[in-house]
């Protein structure tokens, strides 16, 4: 578990930004915001500094949003009706 789904993220968070929050919990992989979407995730570069930061910044101010932070789950192929 190093990658975190980062949700109720600002309409205006940017890559740059959330990689600035998260560094100081470790090594940063990979960032990824969705824009327009309110969400993104983030690789850290191991599941002990992905706790850490989970721990650290889950309900934490961002932007005037509280985040959501948990595990991000492997994405689901979408269902054909």
């Known amino acids: 578990?190093?990658?975190l789904y980062i949700g109720?993220?600002?309409?205006s968070a940017t890559n740059d930004e959330l990689r600035q929050?998260?560094?100081?919990?470790?090594?940063?992989?990979?960032?990824?915001v969705i824009q327009g979407r309110g969400f993104g995730f983030v690789e850290m570069g191991s599941?002990?500094?992905?706790?850490?930061a989970m721990e650290a910044l889950n309900g934490k101010d961002f932007k005037g949003r509280s985040?959501?932070?948990?595990?991000?789950?492997?994405?689901?192929?979408?269902?054909?009706?």
């Open 1 to 3: 578990m190093n990658r």
């Open 21 to 32: 929050l998260f560094s100081s919990y470790g090594n940063v992989k990979e960032v990824k």
């Open 8 to 11: 109720n993220l600002s309409y």
């Open 47 to 52: 599941e002990e500094e992905a706790k850490k």
């Open 67 to 81: 985040l959501k932070i948990d595990e991000a789950r492997e994405s689901q192929p979408r269902r054909r009706y």
